[in-house]
């Protein structure tokens, strides 16, 4: 987990994405081969407060468990938390398997109270789900 000691504001989910390059590219060539995912828990001010990597997978699949994403949000009092991840194929677009995941994951956030604020695929580019309407 990274503890944010400087105030970073979320403006886009293209900020969210250059971030999270920043972070894989100091980990090397190996980490474009596997699948990473993250929450980045936000306070009331859409201001970092943590980014924890949840799962390093494979290629293609990572196993993702709400209590897993949502452990650090709980403990830190966020008030919403975006998730991510990188497909490692470069190619954005998400699989049925990725949308599953952001419903239920977007479920368990609102039983929490701790919402989804967006789910962020990285690769060649970068795609956000709410802003194509897969998140509401």
């Not at 979320?10 to 100091?26: F, G, K, W």
């Not at 980490?31 to 924890?52: R, T």
């Not at 452990?71 to 009092?77: D, H, L």
Request: charged letters at 20%; hydrophobic letters at 40%; proline letters at 4%.
């Amino acid at each position: 987990m990274i503890v944010s000691t400087k105030k970073v504001k979320v403006l886009s989910p293209e900020s969210i994405a250059n971030i999270l390059r920043a972070m894989l590219s100091v980990e090397g060539e190996g980490a474009l081969l596997q699948e990473h995912f993250w929450s980045i828990g936000l306070n009331n001010k859409n201001v970092i407060q943590y980014i924890d990597l949840v799962s390093l997978g494979t290629i293609n699949e990572s196993i993702v468990h709400p209590r897993e994403v949502f452990r650090t949000a709980v403990k830190e009092s966020c008030a919403g938390i975006i998730i991510a991840h990188s497909h490692p194929s470069g190619e954005v677009t998400p699989s049925k398997e990725d949308i599953g995941t952001t419903t239920r994951l977007k479920n368990a956030g609102d039983i929490l109270g701790i919402p989804i604020i967006d789910h962020v695929i990285i690769g060649d580019m970068y795609l956000s789900m709410k802003e194509t309407g897969y998140i509401n």
